[in-house]
């Protein structure tokens, strides 16, 4: 009211805020991200010809050099690279098939990295694979450029060009694999 007593007393309260700042718990959780430290392994060159022709959408961000393929991607390779040949190549018709396109085109370059996964990703992925119960995981394995190699491409790409962290796929993916490991290890003890 323009008292010394009110005067004094806002004056006080101004402090108070200042000396606070925010005291809000979303500021808790909002705090930044610590760097990370380039990883001291050599990246492996990809096993995927580079996109060529035309494209409507703009180039991917750089992808820093550094970068190396996490356990999932290791674990996808090892699944691709290691399944026998009585283990049926997949067609148009599979499931995983439809991984099979470019993964580009279910990029979206406007979003972010960090929301790209809610946005696009698991949408895309609940709409293939369902919500993990629904489908035989067994009955998905299949070989070839529609198969696990198809689901390996498309979880790089977005896990290397675009830095959605690959323990997102991890769930999502995780019966599938453990599907595909079941069936190596029946090859070992077959053969």
Known sequence: MGSEVCKAAQLKRDKDRARKKDGSLLTFFNKPKPVLNPPTVKARESIYPA??????AAAPPTVISAVTEGPLLQRLYF???????????????DVLAQFSEDPASFDNLAIDSENLWEEVLNPVMKGILGWGDELDAASLVRR???????????????????????????GKLSRLLDAAETRLEFQERTH
């Open 79 to 93: 699944i691709n690279k290691n399944l026998a040949h009585d283990v049926s190549e997949a067609t148009e018709n």
């Open 144 to 170: 070839g450029e529609k198969g696990i190699s198809a689901v390996h491409r498309f979880v790089k790409y977005f896990t290397v060009q675009r830095g959605v962290d690959e323990r997102l796929f991890e």
């Open 51 to 56: 996109r060529q022709g035309p494209s409507n």
